[in-house]
């Protein structure tokens, strides 16, 4: 499969920035907390459809920092990868510079879009485990296209295909190891520009868009709606609520796991005060 395309695929954006990540993993078993071990990503230019560069960095986790079998037999990665890993903030900072170096000649205002085969990658598990970290990562993750939305535009189908099964169905040979983060990027790389070239126009189709702020009056409307929230790290969306109980905490907004029950508690410790 050849990385060139025609020139001149009229796109919006001047690059698309593939992503695929790895994480930790259990078989029929969810892990908490899940975490990045491989941060790959492939940049296409959105002019010509070329692959300009690729990236990728393993990330050392910290919870569950053996890998379970299943985890190095499913995705390649060994032990010792990872060991030798950097953090997942170190990756963010590595990643961003390379960006800015592989970007550098692009046009003064040139645009850039992530491109991701599901939701995944930017809305549950990378935006959830830099909230349960604390990590800062760049704006350009808040907002990505799944590419499953133009695919199905441009290929129909019914049913939900995997990312093999959509690189089959549109006359593409799969390239390398199935579950290993940089060679599922570089497949989506390659599907995205068959699917540019089949006329589709790619837009942004997921964001994490910011709650909307409330006034004063809205909020003593209604005392138990706090400011902010966002995913759990378990990947369920987050809980609201006001402490009751008395004490130095009392009347203080919070969001915490929503994945919750009385009699197992919460699923991952995901809590964050919001006044």
């Known amino acids: 499969m050849s990385s060139a395309a025609a020139p001149h695929l009229l796109q919006e954006f001047e690059f698309f920035l593939v992503v695929d990540f790895e994480a930790t993993c ?23 459809g ?30 010792e990868d990872v060991d030798g890993g950097v953090d997942l903030g170190e990756a963010l900072l590595l990643h961003h510079r390379w960006l800015q170096a592989a970007t550098a000649g692009a046009r003064k205002g040139g645009s850039l879009a992530v491109v991701t085969w599901g939701d995944w990658d930017c809305r549950t598990m990378l935006e959830s485990e830099c909230v349960f970290k604390g990590i800062e990562k760049p704006a350009y993750f808040d907002r990505w296209v799944n590419l499953r939305v133009p695919f199905q535009a441009v290929l129909g189908g019914v049913g939900r295909v ?23 990027a570089r497949n989506t790389a390659h599907l995205l520009v068959e699917i540019m070239r089949r006329g589709a126009k790619i837009a942004i189709t997921g ?10 009056e809205e ?15 378990c990947g369920v969306a987050s809980r609201g609520g006001v402490v009751a109980v008395p004490g130095p905490t009392q009347g203080r907004c919070f969001w915490g796991c929503g994945n919750w029950t009385p009699a197992m508690g919460a699923a991952c410790p995901y809590f964050l005060w919001t006044n």
């Open 219 to 233: 909020e003593e409307q209604q005392p138990h709606t706090s400011l902010c929230g966002g995913a759990c790290y």
């Open 162 to 184: 995997n990312l093999q099964e959509a690189v089959r169905a549109a006359g593409l040979q799969w390239e390398g190891r199935l579950h290993c983060g940089l060679d599922d």
């Open 50 to 79: 070329r692959i300009q560069s690729a990236f990728r960095r393993y990330v050392r986790p910290k919870y569950h920092s053996v890998l379970t079998p299943f985890c190095r037999e499913l995705t390649g990665i060994r032990q």
């Open 207 to 216: 964001s994490l868009a910011p709650p909307p702020i409330q006034h004063k």
């Open 26 to 48: 259990e078989k029929d078993k969810r892990i908490y907390p899940q975490e990045i071990i491989e941060f790959p990503s492939v940049l296409v230019d959105g002019a010509t």
